[in-house]
């Protein structure tokens, strides 16, 4: 029986396991700072801590209602790595989930906002 929350393609499950559990483990300041607000369900859902989708590892993922939460860094402003971040938004957005992304910046410095975007988004 596949559950809801097993999303990642077979094929590639290995490789994405062990690469996201690193991630898991060395996260970004970013990344830790979230991830204080999002566990434990106290956003009022569950989110999972890079969470593999198809052949993605989203940064948070709420399975229901289908939220992704992405971080971006610097390398995100290339050229290149913003063309890869839409082709994988597309794909996501296919399968039904709503990607939202917020910077490492808006994350450190100005967080309520970030939370109160979150929110907004999970009810919507």
Known sequence: MNRPYQTADPVLYGMLKAFAAKHRQFPTEA???????????????????QHIIGQFIADFACVSPKLIIEIDGGYHSLPEQQISDEERTEWLEKQGYKVIRFTNEEILYNIEAVLEKIKYEQYR
């Open 31 to 49: 990344e830790s700072l979230m991830w204080k607000y999002l566990r434990a369900s106290q956003m009022g859902v569950r989110y999972r801590q």
